[in-house]
């Protein structure tokens, strides 16, 4: 089964600073990569997924992240984080076949600081 | 329409009541789900169901019930549950094509 590895629980940074949030997954076969957003006290949101093409993928709010196949990596970066970027970020995977479900790491939490 | 809604978007309930939470979608996704997730934690896979039928269930203890009434509606029966079941439930849908999921707002449940 495939599982997924975020290697920071918590990352604190002033703003304006650069972010990049690890992630690494196990399978070896096809998979769907997403990054997901949770604001405090509200609903997953999803910044960006990666199907196939270019393994750079822009997603929303500025976001990006790097499919690195080789490595089993789809890290999260963005240039320049802002005071309301604080948040909790989940990675996960999903087997681009059947109805197998989502499969979330464990999220960071994101504080930045003024 | 890329939607999957959730009913009710907050759930107050006691421990003796029983109570549903609904989820709708009208993409034609055969395949669906339900997570729980608690506060600053990722979702946790309840329940999935494929083409109405339930086929995957996490050991979930059997105060929560699932129904999948027809290929558009999943709902989650709750009885007699207990205050650290008070989480928000997301309800998730994915399509044939097999590489997007998509995700209800969810339902907060509080149990009191």
């Known amino acids: 089964a495939q599982s997924v590895s975020q290697h920071n629980h918590h990352v604190i940074l002033s703003e304006a600073a650069s972010l990049e949030l690890g992630c690494n997954y196990s399978?070896?076969?096809?998979?769907?990569l997403f990054w997901y957003v949770q604001y405090p006290g509200q609903h997953l949101q999803l910044l960006l997924k990666y199907f196939s093409g270019d393994p750079l993928v822009k997603g929303i709010k500025g976001f990006e992240a790097e499919f690195i196949k080789s490595k089993f990596s789809f890290n999260l970066r963005k240039p320049s984080v802002q005071w309301s970027d604080t948040a909790e970020y989940f990675c996960a995977v999903i087997v681009f076949s059947g109805n197998t479900p989502l499969v979330f790491g464990k999220g960071t939490r994101l504080s930045v600081i003024a | 329409d890329t939607e999957v809604t959730q009913t009710p978007k907050h759930l107050v309930m006691g421990m003796t009541n029983k109570k549903s939470l609904k989820c709708e979608q009208h993409m034609g996704h055969r395949a669906m789900y339900w997570y729980k997730q608690k506060a600053k934690k990722p979702p946790e896979l309840m329940f999935v169901?494929?083409?109405?039928?339930?086929?995957i269930n996490e050991s979930v203890p059997s105060r929560f019930s699932p129904e999948c009434p027809n290929s558009s509606l999943l709902n989650l029966h709750l009885h007699a549950l207990q205050p650290e079941d008070s989480a928000l439930y997301l309800c998730?849908?994915?399509?044939?094509?097999?590489?997007?999921?998509?995700f209800g707002e969810g339902s907060w449940l509080t149990v009191v």
């Open positions: 998730a849908s994915r399509g044939d094509s097999g590489n997007t999921i998509y």
């Open positions: 169901y494929s083409y109405e039928k339930l086929s």
């Open positions: 399978y070896g076969g096809t998979v769907n």
